[in-house]
């Protein structure tokens, strides 16, 4: 039996944010927030854990008001309970770890499951962060678990090899986006997921501040040359080509 | 009563009764087992002509001329027995007793010695079939059963003529139980000219040969009816009632009561209705179905055929068992999913309907394919990797793709198109429903403008609906996601029912086949038209003048139907109509109509990598390429996708156009 | 300003060395056996790490250097290792963290950095009192100076992490961070078989194949190696032709910095022609042996 929490988050869905045709900020008001493509991993591998060795899931997200949609969706792929601390107000992965940190603390844990590196802050500091502020050992960016025991083994993808490392309950893993691939989850249980009780509590600490100064669309200050005339646009890129690649 | 009247009636007690005991455990499946209900409805007429058309008149057969002409003959040799095989085992039994008299009698004997003849032939064709020119589909499907079945037709039938050469010899004047004496030989014509030229018997010898070949011929009934209920002869019995009973929309799929019903899809052979039980037991094994299967011709294991008789094996072995020792239904029926059924051919099948459309006696192969994908995606979230990738996209962004659903139709700037996001009070006659794969994928755009110009040329009031149209919710229906199509229909019904829609027209034939006959089930009735039949009425009403070709042009045309437009639909002439308005250098490929070839995107396969096999679009292609087409018409988005690859990956880029039929017609009405 | 940089990987340690040591003193660390390598890159001092490097061994290390060598700031090149490492000792120091930098600028008390943001769709500009950070690769190319810094030894203590084993990954010694020509394949070529037709360009131009993300882990036509994004490798090439790739946002910022961007591509309103020099809208399997043929004559 393991107790596994899993940690999830929410992120607008990219492919819907514009920019502002004339200040360049990112319009996102109107676009609908997602459970974040690798939570979606995360889930699936606490609950394939779970599946595996017995146990029980307990997915924490540090949100908002509109989390509990977010709560349901790995409530269908098989998370057990569900906890919702409101008052997430932007990017700023110290504040997160401690909100975080404190509810992991309060709950019983074997593994804390939680991505590398979300897809929209794309920080990857959390799995750090919550390791230290829980002291207790990191098995980071896993490609598979093993569970023997009390002792937790995984592969660690690297840049230049894999390592297989081990450590001993209670431990944080993050998980890479190749570990699984998230199921869709049953019909009777998306059924189920909305008659389950979600706990929903408010955050009372709060984080430094970050002055944030601008937040555009990058420019590009590419050429942007395009040609519709293939033979004429060969001939162009031709000289470029011999130019670069000497 | 005589001894041999005993031992026959004996023995047809005990065939009859085995008959009988083995249909009723067959039938206590059908009503025992299932959990499910077909929903039929009366419609009596059309029942009538159904048994009519395709028992009686054995229409279907004939999509295989020679293995039609073949059955229809045996069959009707049935039929002339009928009246024969009772007159024989009443006198039999009886002697003296006859149930034939009269012109009745002359009647019977006469049909009757036609078609003894016409079956022993057919017997003969049937074992050339089989085992000389070795026709592919049946091969390796119960050899033993035909030859053992042909046997002993052609015994029975055999036998015939030798009781029948007797008589006209006058060798069974006094044998009590013979039938026919006081018919003149000129009613038994063949027994006439065979007596004619076979050598005459004395009395005695032909007493014994009376009474071997009418120990044979009655032996040779015995067992025929007993056997014929345990075998795939079962079809006699179990296909005309399939043919009365069958659905009136095969193939079209019915929705799922997510609030009352508990199994979804179809897990094991509870799931199945009795009328499924019907499907199961009317199959012969013939094999027209995977013989058009367009997985099975290009190298996949999906055969239709199999399906359906494995999972009637497993009604068989496990009715059996549930019958006989009853227990927990749950530890009884098992999974038909895995094994015997593959998961990789339920996921093959294009649900192109060529398998329901060939089979003669109106099995469904394709909604219970549907009902198992169903299974394995609603109870388990199983399916495969670009599968649950295409339904989180429709889950999404309202459209199999990856694509902010606001630029749904950005397709349409700068066409003046009335979009009903923008201006929702615009007062239009005719809805146009884009369908995704037109909105988004920029090949299949061209056919979104040039119906647009269409329908503008021909001052056709008309209004698309922009960012509100979402994914009809075929690709999440076919691939069994009925849980999102579910809430996709209902999503479409409300804005179709918000923005007063009434007309329909589509250029998309998955759209079209969804709106015209599955969304009734969702409370929206619409009057919904593809644009071919849209556009060929347009033309025939002369709203349009479209261009001839010129008479040096060396473009050759054929057209690619579309499954949803063709076999779904029957639109096999409006289409053709439109290209021939203007084309005169036209030919039909080999597989054409209700036979055409799939081009592999059905079912959610346009999403899917085609890994098994060869590609069925490649084999289009090269079907297209036969009839030396340097254009190939088709009518649909995703043929046109499939078709447009294949021409390119096969290198007939150079010598083969993909057009659909509205962009022919938008060239030529400038 | 006095920092202290962290990379296992000398080279991302000597960039950043070379990018931060305009603006004050910067001493880096790096894994034991390679640490000579970054002693010519103008760095004060070079801490030559020793020990089997983990998470916490390493932070704990960082934070008591830190403290003790009386460091304004902790830069952290972003590995995986690196991202754990920063995000630890921040933590421990009780410090703000800002991820991913592509620009830093040390103001009075605070510092002036930026990011890109939402998934590479915004660049987000940051002023904090922050005091660690991670600097995304690839920022410059590090420049080598005739000094040559003093090389520190240090002992890690030992991890709460096991290693079992190690096994070296498959590699085909590919190293797009250090091509001059990437021939890079999207979505768009279609299928796997079809990479054979792109083949000839890559010898043509004498370049490296590299790819999308759904290219190289959705659909594993190329080794997760070649991919090229914001999840896989930040490309720096003097030239780099997209074939078939959209554009999508996440791909952009991993080839930004290349010098020329050529795009070729069917679709004429694919977003990669806005992040492209010179663009060719066609069909890629006739352009390609066009290309090709010009390029050979």
């Known amino acids: ?246 | 009563m005589y001894v041999f009247s005993i031992i026959v009636l004996i023995g047809l007690l005990l065939s009859a009764g085995f008959f009988l005991y083995t249909i009723y455990r067959l039938l206590w499946n059908a009503v025992k087992i299932p959990e499910k209900k077909p929903g039929l409805k009366l419609q009596l007429g059309r029942r009538i002509y159904l048994v009519i058309r395709n028992v009686f008149l054995q229409a279907k057969l004939f999509k295989d001329l020679g293995g039609g002409i073949m059955h229809a003959l045996m069959f009707w040799a049935f039929i002339a027995f009928a009246s024969y095989s009772s007159d024989f085992f009443v006198s039999a039994i009886f002697p003296g007793t006859n149930l034939l008299s009269g012109t009745f009698e002359q009647v019977a004997f006469f049909t009757v010695d036609i078609f003894a003849i016409i079956a022993l032939l057919d017997v003969v064709y049937a074992f050339i079939r089989r085992w000389g020119i070795k026709i592919k589909r049946y091969q390796g499907y119960n050899g033993f059963e035909a030859w053992f079945i042909l046997s002993l037709v052609g015994i029975l039938m055999a036998t015939y003529y030798v009781l029948s050469v007797l008589r006209l010899d006058g060798v069974s004047a006094n044998i009590p139980g013979s039938i026919g004496e006081n018919l003149a030989a000129a009613n038994t014509p063949v027994s006439y000219a065979l007596a004619s030229v076979l050598p005459k018997v004395s009395a005695t010898t032909g007493y014994y040969i009376y009474w071997t070949a009418f120990t044979i011929h009655a032996a040779d009934f015995i067992i025929f009816l007993a056997y014929i209920p345990t075998s795939k002869h079962l079809h006699l019995f179990a296909a005309p009632f399939n043919v009365l009973f069958a659905k009136e929309d095969q193939a079209i799929l019915k929705p799922i009561d997510f609030e009352k019903e508990t199994r979804f899809g179809a897990t094991d052979i509870r799931d199945f209705d009795w009328k499924d039980y019907f499907d199961f037991y009317a199959c012969t094994e013939c094999g027209r179905c995977t013989a058009n299967c367009p997985a099975n011709l290009t190298g996949k294991t999906l055969s239709p055929r199999d399906i359906i008789w494995d999972i009637r094996e497993v009604v068989v072995a496990q009715g059996t068992e549930y019958r006989t020792r009853g227990g927990d239904r749950d530890q009884v029926f098992k999974t038909v999913i895995g094994e015997p059924i593959l998961e990789k051919d339920l996921w093959s099948c294009t649900t192109c309907m060529a398998c329901v459309e060939q089979c003669p006696v109106m099995i469904d192969h394709v909604s219970k394919i549907v009902d198992m994908r169903r299974s394995l995606v609603l109870n388990q979230g199983k399916a495969p990797r670009e599968v649950i990738d295409l339904t989180r996209n429709i889950e999404q962004y309202g459209s199999p793709y990856t694509i902010d659903p606001s630029t749904r139709a950005d397709w349409a700037a700068g066409l003046d198109v009335v979009d009903l996001s923008k201006t929702p009070d615009a007062q239009y006659d005719v809805l146009y429903w884009v369908g995704c794969v037109a909105s988004f994928d920029k090949r299949n755009q061209e056919i979104a403008k040039s119906v647009t110009k269409i329908l503008k040329k021909a001052g056709v009031n008309f209004a698309i609906l922009g960012s509100q149209e979402k994914c009809t919710g075929d690709p999440a229906r076919r691939t069994g996601n009925e849980y999102l199509a579910d809430m996709m229909i209902k999503g479409n019904v409300e804005t179709l029912k918000a923005n007063r829609v009434q007309k329909v027209i589509t250029s998309c034939a998955h759209c079209f086949n969804s709106l015209k006959n599955e969304y009734k089930d969702f409370g929206i009735e619409l009057e919904v038209h593809h644009h071919t039949e849209f556009i060929n009425r347009l033309i025939s009403d002369k709203k349009l003048s479209v261009k001839s070709l010129d008479s040096d042009t060396l473009e050759k045309y054929t057209y690619h139907d579309p499954c949803y437009v063709g076999r779904y639909n029957k639109l096999y002439e409006e289409p053709r109509d439109v290209v021939k308005s203007f084309a005169a250098n036209y030919e039909e490929m080999e597989m054409n109509k209700s036979k055409s070839l799939c081009c592999g995107a059905g079912g959610g396969r346009l999403w899917m990598e085609e890994k098994e096999g060869t590609l069925i679009s490649h084999k289009r292609i090269e079907q297209a390429d036969k009839v030396n087409a340097t254009t190939v018409v088709t009518a649909c988005p995703y043929c046109m996708t499939m078709l447009d690859d294949a021409r390119k990956t096969t290198g007939r880029e150079d010598k083969m156009k993909i057009q659909d039929v509205s962009e022919l017609i938008a060239g030529r009405i400038d | 300003m006095k920092a202290l940089v962290f990379s296992e990987f000398p080279e991302m340690a000597a960039q950043m060395v070379t990018y931060l040591k305009k603006q004050g003193e910067v001493d880096a660390a790096t894994a034991g056996s390679k640490a000579d390598a970054l002693s010519h890159y103008g760095a004060g001092k070079v801490y030559s790490l020793n020990g089997q490097m983990q998470f916490d061994n390493v932070s704990s290390w960082l934070v008591e250097t830190y403290k003790a060598g009386g460091y304004d700031y902790l830069f952290v090149a972003s590995t995986i290792l690196g991202r754990e490492v920063a995000g630890a000792a921040s933590q421990a120091l009780g410090a703000g963290i800002i991820p991913e930098i592509t620009e830093f600028q040390a103001g009075q008390s605070n510092a002036h950095t930026k990011r890109y943001f939402l998934g590479g769709k915004t660049v987000l500009e940051e002023e904090s009192d922050s005091k660690v950070f991670t600097f995304a690769p690839g920022i410059m190319d590090a420049e080598k100076v005739d000094s040559q810094s003093p090389v520190t030894p240090a002992e890690l203590k030992q991890s709460a992490v096991t290693v079992v084993s190690v096994e070296e990954k498959q590699s085909s010694g590919v190293n797009l961070e250090k091509a001059k020509v990437i021939v890079s394949i999207g979505r768009g070529v279609g299928k796997k078989e079809n990479i054979a037709q792109v083949e000839p360009l890559v010898k043509a131009v004498n370049g490296e194949l590299a790819g999308s993300r759904p290219v190289c882990l959705d659909y594993q036509w190329l080794s997760d190696e070649r991919q090229v994004g914001i999840s896989g490798k930040k490309v720096r090439p003097n030239l780099y032709i997209a074939v078939g790739i959209s554009g999508q946002i996440q791909h952009i910022a991993g080839m930004r910095g290349s010098k020329v961007v050529i795009a070729l591509n069917k679709d004429k309103s694919a977003p990669i022609f806005d992040e492209s020099d010179y663009g060719i809208v066609g069909d890629l399997f006739q352009v390609i042996p066009k290309l090709v043929k010009a390029l050979g004559a």
């Open chain 1, 1 to 246: 039996m393991v107790d596994i929490i899993v940690l999830i988050k929410q992120m607008p869905d990219l492919e819907q944010v514009k920019p502002d045709p004339t200040t360049g900020e990112p319009q996102l008001k109107n676009v609908p927030l997602k459970l974040e493509n690798l939570s979606e991993n995360s889930v699936e591998e606490a609950v394939r854990l779970k599946e595996k060795y017995g146990g029980k899931v307990t997915a924490i997200i540090f949100g908002n008001e509109q989390s509990s949609a977010i709560l349901k969706k790995a409530y269908a792929m098989g998370a057990d309970e569900g906890h919702i601390i409101t008052g997430f107000k932007g990017n700023n992965p110290s504040l997160t770890a401690k909100v975080l940190g404190e509810k992991i603390r309060a709950l019983k844990h074997d593994i804390v499951i939680l991505g590398n590196q979300s897809a929209d802050s794309i920080s990857g500091l959390l799995a750090g962060k919550i390791a230290n502020h829980l002291g207790i050992p990191l098995l980071g960016n896993a490609n598979s678990i093993e569970v023997s025991g009390s002792t937790v083994k995984v592969k660690r993808a690297l840049e230049e090899n894999n390592q297989i490392i081990q450590a001993d309950f209670p431990v944080v893993i993050s998980v890479t986006q190749e570990i699984n691939e998230p199921r869709l989850p049953p019909v009777m249980q998306i059924m189920q997921a909305g008659r389950k009780p979600i706990n929903t509590e408010a955050a009372t600490l709060t984080g430094r501040e970050v002055k944030v100064l601008s937040n555009k669309a990058p420019k590009s200050e590419r050429k942007k040359m395009v040609f519709e005339d293939v033979d004429k646009g060969i001939a162009e890129i031709v000289k470029v080509i011999r130019e670069e690649s000497r």
